[in-house]
């Protein structure tokens, strides 16, 4: 398996289309559509990818490792994501962040349960 066909295997794994993969890279559909199939990949668009989506570089090189870096470290996922949201414009997602950290710690344990709820639901 080459680089191109590992770029096709990340971006149906994190579920998005050529066009909305494209951008998070800031690249375009047209150039990043070279990309997987099999036109060379620029270090920079390597490192954009990684960083990211959080893929492993030594798996997007050589195919050798996990597709995406452990994330068993939680400040450091936290730190990544918060980073992530705030490059955003989702103003929902930030407000409500917020609002969780000013809970008092019984709101916070309600709010817990409810999300683990929510999920057992799907």
Request: aromatic content about 10%; glycine content about 4%; charged content about 30%.
């Amino acid at each position: 398996m080459d680089i191109a066909q590992r770029l096709v295997l990340i971006r149906e794994a994190v579920g998005l289309s050529q066009k909305n993969f494209a951008a998070k890279i800031g690249r375009s559909q047209s150039t990043y559509c070279e990309y997987e199939k099999g036109k060379n990949v620029p270090e920079r668009t390597i490192a954009d990818i990684c960083r990211e989506f959080y893929v492993n570089e030594d798996w997007l090189r050589t195919g050798e490792g996990d597709m995406f870096k452990s994330k068993n470290n939680t400040n450091e996922e936290l730190a990544f994501q918060i980073g992530k949201l705030l490059k955003t414009n989702d103003e929902f997602t930030k407000n409500l962040f917020l609002e969780y950290l000013k809970l008092p710690p019984e709101m916070k344990t309600l709010f817990e349960d409810f999300v683990h709820n929510l999920a057992k639901s799907k």
